[in-house]
């Protein structure tokens, strides 16, 4: 049964709470970097692209669309997104053109009309997502260990089973920028996801809300210029999130860890959501063995 947008932001929060409150979340975060780490530095340059909020968006959506409807187009996928402020057109186009030249989307003309181009993810961008969300979900298994994490990234059919899920949620608008105040300060920006993990994570190792971090090697680890992380430092100065003092040593706030907590125990129950229903799924194959 599909649940209502209401409903599946209550659902989320719910396990967002219960994330936030394990002992074992903060060691979930340390490994989600580890592992995101090894993925980003294959190819910086575009995973710092993607980690920018809207184009995250538009890739999950492409998928979520291509696994939620037979024949998928890319006038689908423009139709999504039409209207609404996060891209405009020409972007979005840019965009597509951006995915198709990189090979990670295949495009041709529909057989029945040449005027319709279907699209599929090509095996790279597959293996790309599969990676990407091994780098939570490997990292939830400390945080339901009764879930056979491996077994389920194991599954021929995981990708499609996943997003019959996860997609609901990015078919139905319901995104951290707008779950998550202030958390656009990051997540807005090119590698933003990286930079607020960097930060959490150093703030967790050095257990202290004072971090001996230049932006220079923050700069560095992100594949961005120093000048792209003191702009997104300023701005969230600015609101309150932390204080600087000579690119050198950073205090976190109260406030940047209230927002850090929610936005990485939220990204956690989004990836949960998909992976319960893959767990269900397999569960049912497995009983089904004779």
Known sequence: MSLSRFQLQFHLEKQANNIRQSAAFHTAIVKHGELLRETYKKHPLFYKIIFRNSRFIICSTILSIYYHQPAAALKDIKAFFKGKNMISENSLDSFLFFLRVGRRLEVKPCEHDKRQLRYKPTPHALAETQALIASMARPYQALAPQMPIAALLAAPDFLPTFFAAYGQLMLKEIYLIDLVQQSGLFISKDAGHMVLLMLFIE?????????LLSSA????????????????????????????????????NSSFFIMAERYFSLYFAMVEFGLEHVWQNWQEGQTAKP
């Open 203 to 211: 703030s967790i190792r050095q257990d202290s809300p004072f971090l």
């Open 217 to 252: 090697k923050i700069a560095k680890s992100c594949s961005v210029s120093r000048a792209h992380v003191n702009r997104i430092l300023q701005a969230a100065e600015k609101s309150g999130l932390l204080t600087t003092t000579n690119n050198v040593v950073i205090e976190l």
